[in-house]
């Protein structure tokens, strides 16, 4: 299993537990875009907290679903984001246009 | 001579793409990276390891090739394919900049690993291959430079 998910009040949110790169998009991206047309959220909320590396696939990933939810009128998110991917996600401009929250301290 | 120096050669599969940062990772640990340090290392491998696979193989079956060296307290890493080249090097590293938009490729790639790596040199010979060349220096430590002094004092006494 590389993602979970949870359905509520049309807020969807998809776990990912899994390192991300080309390999585990390549699995998952058709799974989150099943649940996204079947549920029809008003927001994706990604939650990283499992996440401990990510590169620039999970850029085109996100970009990717981003475009999707945008399609359907709604919004995404991304939170627990750990420093490293967050890194990652301020240089590819995509924290610009997507709300992003990092990771709680624990 | 080289302080160290290993050979990897693996079948161009993205499951491979782990193993790949995983085993580099763990090469360059004897010079004690911060979790930073080891990070950038990481994600510079998995771009270009990812590169071989998706662009000089476009898929089809070939071999990645990593050599690593530690000279000092500097990494080394090449990773080559002999798959089809790249025909604009200089329009290939700039940011966004991607032949594979349709797959959802950011064109990021070369962007991460030049602000990662110290140095990225980028060999590609069209129908040959590419080799990518990187190199970063591991800084040392607060305590490890305080225990050198301290060594040191020691001497002149
Ligand atoms: N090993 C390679 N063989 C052939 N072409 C390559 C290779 N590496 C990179 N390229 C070319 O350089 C371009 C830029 O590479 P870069 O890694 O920056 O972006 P990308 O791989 O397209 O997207 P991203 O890495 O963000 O997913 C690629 O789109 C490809 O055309
Ligand atoms: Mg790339």
């Known amino acids: ?106 | 001579m080289y302080d160290n120096e290993m050979k990897l050669e693996f079948l161009s599969k993205s499951s491979n793409e782990a193993f790949a940062r995983i085993t580099v990772a763990a090469f360059v640990s004897v010079l004690d990276p911060t979790i930073e340090e080891l990070a950038d290392i990481k994600t510079a491998v998995s771009e270009a390891v990812t590169n071989c696979i998706i662009h000089g193989y476009e898929d089809a079956e070939g071999i990645v090739k990593i050599k690593a060296r530690i000279i000092k307290n500097t990494v080394e890493i090449e990773i080559s394919d002999t798959g089809k080249g790249i025909e604009n090097v200089e329009l290939a590293r700039k940011p966004l900049y991607t032949t594979k938009a349709n797959l959802e490729r950011s064109g990021m790639g070369f962007t991460i690993m030049e602000s990662f790596m110290d140095e990225v040199d980028i060999d590609s010979v069209l129908g040959l291959g590419t080799k990518i060349t990187m190199r970063k220096k591991i800084k040392k430590h607060l305590v490890d430079i305080e225990k050198e002094e301290i060594a040191s004092l020691g001497g002149v006494c």
């Open chain 1, 1 to 106: 299993m590389n993602t979970n998910y949870i359905k509520k009040d049309k807020l969807l949110t998809v776990e990912i537990t899994e390192e991300i790169d080309h390999h585990i998009v390549e699995k998952i991206r058709r799974k989150v875009d099943d649940e996204i047309t079947r549920y029809m959220p008003r927001k994706a909320i990604f939650d990283f907290s499992r996440v401990s590396f990510m590169d620039s696939a999970g850029i085109g990933m996100i970009i990717g679903r981003y475009k999707m939810m945008k399609l359907i009128g709604g919004e995404m998110e991304i939170i627990n984001i750990n420093p490293n991917v967050k890194r990652i996600l301020e240089m590819s401009g995509i924290s610009k246009i997507i709300t992003m929250k990092e990771k709680r301290a624990s």
